[in-house]
T-cell receptor, first 111, second 115 residues
Framework: AQSVTQLDSQVPVFEEAPVELRCNYSSSVSVYLFWYVQYPNQGLQLLLKYLSGSTLVESINGFEAEFNKSQTSFHLRKPSVHISDTAEYFCAVSEGYIPTFGRGTSLIVHP | GAGVSQSPSNKVTEKGKDVELRCDPISGHTALYWYRQSLGQGLEFLIYFQGNSAPDKSGLPSDRFSAERTGGSVSTLTIQRTQQEDSAVYLC?????????????FGDGTRLSIL
């Protein structure tokens, strides 16, 4: 069975500082990994995904995540955050047709 | 519209009443999911539809919950005899085809409040 652990429920950070949101998963088979972002009163939007190939994946807005099979992790990073990055971030793992989502990490960017 | 559409966006009802939540997936998406998101919690899977196959209902929390998908497109989630613990945001998502490769496209959700 697959599971996802997001280690931090809330991450406060100042604007222009770097940030890392942690995600660990467990699965008995090969998986596909996703990060979604949820802004207030909206649904989730895909931020980036790892399906195969390069272990470092990037999004168009400066986020990146690295798949680490030995540590079963898929941490999300951004070198310099903006106020507009304030949102809830969900990590998801999929080995079948029903993905499992983590509980989410609230990123709070302070000016 | 190009995205997943859910209605109503907000629903307030009294305990014991029935409610229906609607989801219009992206045209051409054969897979449709319903999730429940409670405050401070992640997404709880409820039900999955794929094309004309029998739905996967393994996530429905009780027999008060049911869902249908007509014509492989619009879906309705029905909660009968609502309870206060049913208060949550109900999210619908659709994706192209089945399988774990496909990312999901979410609607903005229906915020359900049971008084």
């Amino acid at each position: 069975a697959q599971s996802v652990t997001q280690l931090d429920s809330q991450v406060p950070v100042f604007e222009e500082a770097p940030v890392e949101l942690r995600c660990n998963y467990s699965s008995s088979v090969s998986v596909y990994l996703f990060w979604y972002v949820q802004y207030p009163n909206q649904g989730l939007q895909l931020l980036l995904k790892y399906l195969s190939g390069s272990t470092l994946v990037e999004s168009i807005n400066g986020f990146e995540a690295e798949f680490n099979k030995s540590q079963t992790s898929f941490h999300l990073r951004k070198p310099s955050v903006h106020i507009s990055d304030t949102a809830e971030y969900f990590c998801a793992v999929s080995e079948g047709y029903i993905p499992t989502f983590g509980r989410g990490t609230s990123l709070i960017v302070h000016p | 519209g190009a995205g997943v559409s859910q209605s109503p966006s907000n629903k307030v009802t009294e305990k014991g009443k029935d409610v229906e939540l609607r989801c219009d997936p992206i045209s051409g998406h054969t897979a449709l999911y319903w999730y429940r998101q409670s405050l401070g919690q992640g997404l709880e899977f409820l039900i999955y539809f794929q094309g004309n196959s029998a739905p996967d209902k393994s996530g429905l929390p009780s027999d008060r919950f049911s869902a249908e998908r007509t014509g492989g497109s619009v879906s309705t989630l029905t909660i009968q005899r609502t309870q206060q613990e049913d208060s949550a945001v109900y999210l619908c998502a659709s994706s192209l085809g089945q399988g774990s490769l496909q990312p999901q496209h979410f609607g903005d959700g229906t915020r359900l409040s049971i008084l």
